[in-house]
């Protein structure tokens, strides 16, 4: 038995992490699942590192509730990031859970993200010729403000129709809202996702207001959809009746809007970027994929699986249950750590191999069973087009700084990637 990674396993508390973790938690992550894989925390919650085992939480929504009200409470108080939290769909249960994702999935099926693609090649091609003006000033440029941070926040934009002149503060309000998702907070990291909250609120409230007043296409505006509700089957009666519609309360209306941006803003920035920096460091992989433009699919796919967007989620369980083999008592607190089931050799052979042709490739990164990801056609979308025009651009594009990562635990990305385009 490898006794350093013993004591990676037997030290590890997710609310004591280090600079080294931050910078690679893999090795730690490894040692999680060879030796500790239902991992006890000081604070007597578990954390999960193996596919198998995230994947049977994800199966029984029942028993592993989303519900953050009982651990939300203590962490945020009596708050607007309370409200926020615990009002999202993804921290519900059905049926309110059920009531908002029919909703948001709606307006985002294959049709409709399909449609979206021309807007997004547009967008993607301007902020590319704006890039390229400024390498050839001889700016370095930062793929991160530039690029990645710039794409999901217009898609996400343009899906709750955010008129543009109001769109500048949106990605600094998700950034502050979900840094407050952080296993630790600090009175000013709470105090900055309060502020976030309130002040999207007051700019949704607007929206809302004017939107009631004029709806437009509940097919493809999600705002319009999430206000006019949706419409009951009568009890029965012929497929087709109705029995009038149901709507979401004010504050669910507008809390479920704000959880849409977070949803799909720092999630697929970090994608695009991840995406970017895991070429940037194997030349052979850029290479292939310059040459293989078909690969483009698969080599999404990899960056979700390799260096998952979003690291961690969380469960809470409703009831006695064995996971991995021990057992759970109810109301007990459990980490899904999707960072490490997606590097767990069982399904996945050489897992610390990048390799933009890997199939099968049935990663979590999107999650699984009645929460998985309603954006992921949207996500894994604006990766593909994003990606694959900056490769065509810019081939030979280097790192001019040292890239910066963010020091999140729950959310894998980087806060710049300061570049040199024209190589
Ligand atoms: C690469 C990009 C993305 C990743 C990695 C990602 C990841 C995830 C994950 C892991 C979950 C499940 C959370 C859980 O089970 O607790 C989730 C849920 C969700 N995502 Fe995404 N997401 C991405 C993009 C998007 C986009 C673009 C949107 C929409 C615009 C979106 C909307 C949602 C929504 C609404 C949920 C909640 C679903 C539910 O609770 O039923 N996501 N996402």
């Given at each position: ?31 999680l699942r060879e030796h500790a894989p239902v991992k006890r925390m000081p604070d007597s919650s578990v954390f999960l590192t193996r596919h198998a085992d995230l994947t049977a939480v994800y199966k029984d929504a029942k028993t592993f509730s989303s519900d953050k009200r009982e651990e939300f409470g203590p962490k945020y108080g009596d708050s607007a990031l309370f409200e926020h939290h615990t009002t999202s769909l993804v921290f519900n249960d059905p049926p309110l859970h059920t009531r908002v994702r029919r909703l948001i999935a709606g307006a985002l099926t294959p049709h409709h993200t399909a449609a979206m693609e021309g807007g997004l090649v547009q967008l993607v091609d301007r902020l590319l010729d704006a890039m390229q003006a400024r390498a050839e000033a001889g700016e370095t440029v930062d793929l991160i ?279």
């Open positions: 038995m490898n006794s350093a990674a013993l004591a990676l396993a037997d030290g590890f508390d997710l609310k004591q992490l280090t600079d080294a973790f931050y910078d690679d938690p893999f090795p730690t992550y490894r040692a403000e530039a690029f990645a941070g710039a794409i999901p926040v217009e898609i996400i934009g343009n899906l709750l129709g955010v008129p543009e002149a109001g769109r500048a503060p949106l990605r600094g309000w998700s950034l502050a809202i979900l840094g407050a998702l952080e296993p630790v907070l600090s009175d000013e990291v709470k105090a900055r996702g309060n502020r976030a909250v309130t002040e999207m609120l007051a700019c949704l409230e607007g929206l809302v207001a004017q939107r009631g007043h004029a709806p437009l296409d509940p097919e493809t505006d999600v705002l319009t959809r999430l206000i006019q509700g949706e419409v009951i089957a009568a009890p029965g009666t012929a497929p087709g009746s109705t029995s009038g519609r149901e709507r979401l309360l004010a504050k669910e209306l507008l809390h479920n809007c704000i959880f849409l941006l977070n949803a799909g803003h720092e999630t697929t920035t970090n994608l695009i970027g991840n995406g970017l920096k895991c070429l940037l460091d194997r030349p052979d992989q850029k290479r292939r994929l310059i040459t293989q433009p078909g690969l483009i699919n698969s080599a999404i796919e990899e960056v979700l699986r390799f260096e998952s967007s979003n690291q961690l989620g969380n469960r809470i369980t409703t009831a006695e249950v064995q996971v991995g083999g021990v057992t759970l008592a109810a109301r007990t607190q459990v980490t899904l750590c999707i960072g490490a089931a997606n590097r767990d050799p069982a399904p996945f052979p050489e897992p610390d191999c990048f390799d933009i042709g890997r199939t099968p490739n049935r990663h979590l990164a999107f999650g699984s069973g009645i929460h998985q990801c309603v954006g992921m056609g949207l996500g894994r979308l604006e990766g593909r087009i994003a990606i694959a025009a900056f490769l065509a651009r810019f081939p030979e594009y280097r790192l001019a700084l040292p890239a910066v990562r963010s020091r999140r635990v729950r959310f894998r990305g980087h806060l710049a990637l300061p570049c040199s385009l024209l190589g």
